[in-house]
């Protein structure tokens, strides 16, 4: 049987189990599977026996609605692989405008101290040291699962982050730039959330607490207290901007929101002076 043939009974499975975008996943998880580029796949190369039986089992694991990322095991972010895994958060790619947003402060002060909060997989904190060498780039988490993650991550792409187990910003005396990708999701909005999210992804890098903000609140007030940033960037949800410019402002800080490619408030930026 070819690949392609396979791949089609895939999809005609995951459409009938409500899965999104089915002919792409079921691509991806033949090719996953199968190991064969996306050239010999289209050209009708065969399935071995054992790549079909890797397939099944894959296939098993996301009719249970498992996120493809954790199937196979990597996601791209930033135009980097990271490995990803069920201890953290899978990157996602209206997180890249947190990148952004601190390399354009970096242009002006390459060598500054850049904090990723939260850091999960690493993505945000690596992209950056990837980007931008000459940055020093720390990055905390309370997760060990995700900071062994983001460590494996950073090692693979050759990246000089250095990682903390701690609270927010509690194990870090100074930064520059501090971006933060924080749970933001309202508790009780959790169980609405999608199946591949609500029932793999970690409930830690979601709950956010009764309005989402718990934490992205704590760590404004550390900053307006304590470490007071030349820029501090937080990414946040439908309807959270306003509310989290707010607060920033009530700290002294001056704000702006910025919107991802869709066009979204995505991120709420607050700078001490
Ligand atoms: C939404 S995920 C983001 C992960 C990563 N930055 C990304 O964008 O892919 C939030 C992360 O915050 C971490 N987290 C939750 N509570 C925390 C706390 N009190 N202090 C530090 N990190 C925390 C979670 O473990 C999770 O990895």
New binding site residues.
Partial sequence: MSARTAAAAARARLEAAGVPDAAFEAEALTRHASGLSRAAFFAGAPIAAAAAERLEALLARRLRREPTPYLTGVRE?HGLELAVGRG?????PE?EL?VELGLAELRERPRATVL??????????IAVAVAEPRARVL?????A??LRLAARNAARHGAAVSLAR?????AVARADVV??????VPARAIDALQPEVRRWE?R????GGEDGLD?VR??LDDCGARLRPRLAAF?VGLGQAGPVAAHAAALGAETDVAHDLAGWERAVTARWR
Avoid: K, M
């Fill in positions: 972010f953290a958060l899978i990157p996602r997180t947190l990723d909060v939260g850091a999960g997989c690493g993505a945000v904190a990055a905390t988490d309370v997760s699962d995700a701690g609270h927010l910003a509690a971006l933060a990708n924080l749970p933001y970690p830690l890098a979601l709950d934490l704590a760590l990414e």
